[in-house]
């Protein structure tokens, strides 16, 4: 059974930074893409970014390209997201998420996986 464990969410200011990390289990990591995505209180979930199993291409949300930048370590069967400049409106539970197969998507129906989700605050 894939497990997706996510960890590293918390408080804030606007301007600063957090790593949020996703430890996956219970699949070949180098197998899967991964995708990051969050939903806001009232909001759907969203997309934000996404990394093929390689590393080798990545996905962002236009709102977030250039301060978040998503990565992956194979060999420590973990992904990661580097948030910078982060903004009050990034306020959210973040949820990673893998699928398998080459191609990286940007919807949330095409990852099979999911992790618990970590809450991410940015305060003003």
């Known amino acids: 059974q894939v497990r997706l464990v996510e960890s590293g969410g918390g408080l804030v200011q606007a301007g600063g930074s957090l790593r949020v990390s996703c430890a996956v289990s219970?699949?070949?990591?180098?197998?899967?893409?991964m995708g990051w995505f969050r939903q806001a209180p009232g909001k759907e979930r969203e997309f934000v970014a996404s990394?093929?199993?390689?590393?080798?291409?990545?996905y962002y949300t236009d709102s977030v390209k250039g301060r978040f930048t998503i990565s992956r370590d194979n060999a420590k069967n973990t992904a990661y997201l580097q948030m910078n400049s982060l903004k009050p409106e990034d306020t959210a539970v973040y949820y990673c998420?893998?699928?398998?197969?080459?191609?990286?998507?940007?919807?949330?129906?095409?990852?099979?996986?999911w992790g618990q989700g970590t809450q991410v605050t940015v305060s003003s």
């Open positions: 998420a893998a699928r398998t197969g080459v191609v990286i998507t940007t919807k949330a129906a095409d990852y099979a996986y």
């Open positions: 219970g699949r070949t990591f180098s197998s899967v893409a």
């Open positions: 990394i093929s199993r390689n590393g080798g291409t990545t």
